[in-house]
């Protein structure tokens, strides 16, 4: 079986042969690599032959991605708190709101 999924940044991946999961971080099409990061944290880096020749299968994103990066900041994932960006009522002068 080889793999029909092509490489795409910021896609999940399974290696169904050696069941590892990996998030494909950077394609370089001059330089013929496929640079991966492996669920574990680890950095790889696959050839266009090797990744077409590998039984590699689209996932959707781990549910437990961040877990190597025990130091990763809430900030970092992407995510946005909306209550961190409301202003403070004490701060607000009602008389600019009114007629």
Known sequence: MSTVADPIVGNWYKDL???????????EEGEDSIEVQYLDGDI???DHESWYNSTFDFIE????????????EGDDLGYTDTDEHRRNPEDIDFEDYLD
Do not use: C, Q, R
């Open 17 to 27: 042969e050696n069941n590892l999961t990996f998030k494909v971080i950077n394609i």
């Open 44 to 46: 790889g880096e696959y």
């Open 61 to 72: 994103e781990p549910e437990d991605w961040s877990a190597p990066f025990d130091d990763i």
